[in-house]
């Protein structure tokens, strides 16, 4: 039996921690920090928002005798869309820049943070590797951790049968976790993905969850793709909540644990700095006013709302308040737009290796449009066979990882070719699997930017026995976000 208990015990640990949080910093506007002309100027020069600022503007060098900016001084989070960027930012708009920021990304916040990652994550490993093995199933025969982890690693990764609830809603919300800590940190969207690939797969996949269990597929890629839209979505719906007062329908109580759960690792770096009256990871959030208002020409504007004291005059004591928008065009080409996912009905025609009658099945993908004329995706089908020797219903399916090429992508109407690796599998036994190369053909149907329709057959071949399947599916496409328009 598979091994949940690692996973549930995270999801205990992050139900009993909200408490924590509820000592999040909130807006000190007693705070002042007094700034000389010089430091203002520079302030309005750059059209830099400075990270925790509450009350600023954007105003002209000669109008700034006296500037006084309220902060929150232990809030360290920043956004990448804080400064405008030069189109030339973008000319490879697919480099990671993980190792190397260089556009004021906070490399030692996101580093910090993923030192509390890994302090929370071994820390409910420890905990389990502690308790009897009729709990935790992490060791079996007697066999040492570190020689279990090494049989899971090689064994995988493999397609796993945990609860669909843990595979395709706990991986993403844990993806999206991984993903606000980098989000949160000054990168861009792009760059926050690569790292909830990198921690999902290197420090979860095959780190801890290698203890209890084979590396699997499905989280690979489900973790930090949908992931990947999940922590947008938690990331904005953090600033619009911060944004009404920090309360959710009036309450400030649900408010605090709403954050917590929106943002788990900063929530505990908060309420373990509080615990220990020092700073021990670097947490805290924020925000001010931000708003996405839709221009004619299609392209979103984020604006940002900014509030400023400041003298016009000869003498300080002329102090008026104005409030002010500081907005910019949000241009970067990669967004959570490019993640796609896609259901329909497939045709399975397996070959005479399997001793199954040809028959109707389902067709799942999650996958990246990279532009209109690329894009990858992890490809499921399922169907229930009947067996030509016992007259059973078997279950057959195939699961593979797939490119495809898009001809004529600046017309709705798209022929394709696609590649890939994968494995079937009869009777939903690893004993029964073969792995198989495949190709096929397609045509994509652009219906809007979000909606097409695609129909393609695939061809795979076994590389170790005489399997020679055959797929036909036909299905509904969907992409997050903008959509196409996005690229």
């Not at 996958?367 to 059973?392: I, N």
């Amino acid at each position: 039996m598979k091994c949940n208990r690692l996973k549930s015990a995270m999801l205990i640990a992050i139900i009993l921690l909200p408490m924590l949080s509820f000592s999040q910093d909130k807006y000190d506007e007693n705070t002042a920090i007094d700034s000389m002309a010089d430091d203002a100027s520079w302030f309005v020069q750059s059209g830099a928002w400075l990270p925790g600022v509450i009350n600023t503007t954007i105003v002209t060098e000669q109008d700034v005798q006296h500037l006084t900016i309220y902060a929150d001084e232990k809030a360290t989070n920043s956004a990448w869309e804080e400064e405008p960027r030069m189109k030339s930012t973008y000319d490879n708009p697919y480099r990671v820049s993980l190792f190397s920021p260089k556009n004021g990304e906070d490399s030692q916040r996101l580093w910090s943070q993923t030192k509390s990652i890994g302090a929370y994550g071994l820390g409910v490993a420890g905990t389990l590797a502690l308790l009897p093995e009729s709990v935790t199933h992490w060791k079996s025969n007697g066999e040492p951790l570190h020689e279990k982890w090494w049989d899971n690693v090689r064994q995988g990764p493999v397609w796993d049968r945990d609860l669909a609830a843990i595979n395709y809603i706990g991986h993403p919300y844990f993806g999206g976790v991984y993903y606000q800590s980098a989000r949160k940190s000054g990168y861009r969207q792009w760059d926050a993905f690569m790292y909830s690939t990198l921690m999902s797969t290197f420090y979860w996949e095959y780190g801890v969850e290698a203890f209890a269990e084979t590396p699997s597929i499905q989280d690979l890629f489900v973790t930090p793709i949908l992931g990947w839209v999940y922590g947008e979505w938690a990331y904005n719906k953090e600033q619009e909540i911060r944004l009404s007062g920090g309360t959710v329908w009036g309450s400030s109580a649900l408010g605090n644990t709403t954050l917590f759960f929106l943002d788990p690792v900063d929530g505990l770096g908060n309420g373990v700095n509080h615990l220990a009256g020092a700073q021990i990871f670097t947490a805290g959030t924020g925000f001010i006013g931000v708003d996405d208002v839709a221009l004619a020409n299609g392209v979103s504007e984020r604006h940002y709302k900014f509030q400023v004291q400041y003298a016009i005059g000869a003498t300080s004591s002329s102090l008026q308040k104005k409030t002010n928008y500081y907005s910019h065009t949000n241009n970067d080409p990669v967004t959570y737009s490019i993640v796609g996912i896609s259901a329909g009905m497939s045709y399975v025609a397996p070959s005479e290796y399997w001793q199954l009658e040809s028959g109707m099945g389902a067709s799942f993908s999650l996958g990246l449009h990279f532009s209109p004329a690329f894009s990858g995706h992890l490809t499921y089908t399922r169907a229930e066979l009947t067996d030509t020797q016992s007259r059973v219903s078997t279950t057959y399916e195939n699961y593979s990882v797939n490119a495809l090429y898009y001809f004529n992508s600046d017309t709705p109407l798209r022929p394709f070719v696609t590649a890939g690796i994968g494995e079937s599998m009869k009777d939903m036994d690893r004993k029964k699997k073969e792995f198989q190369v495949n190709s096929g053909l397609g045509l994509h149907y652009q219906i809007n930017s979000n909606w097409a329709l695609q129909g393609d057959w695939r061809y795979a071949i076994g590389t170790s026995s005489s399997t020679n399947d055959h797929v036909t599916t036909t299905k509904l496409v969907y992409r997050f976000g903008q959509g196409e328009n996005q690229t």
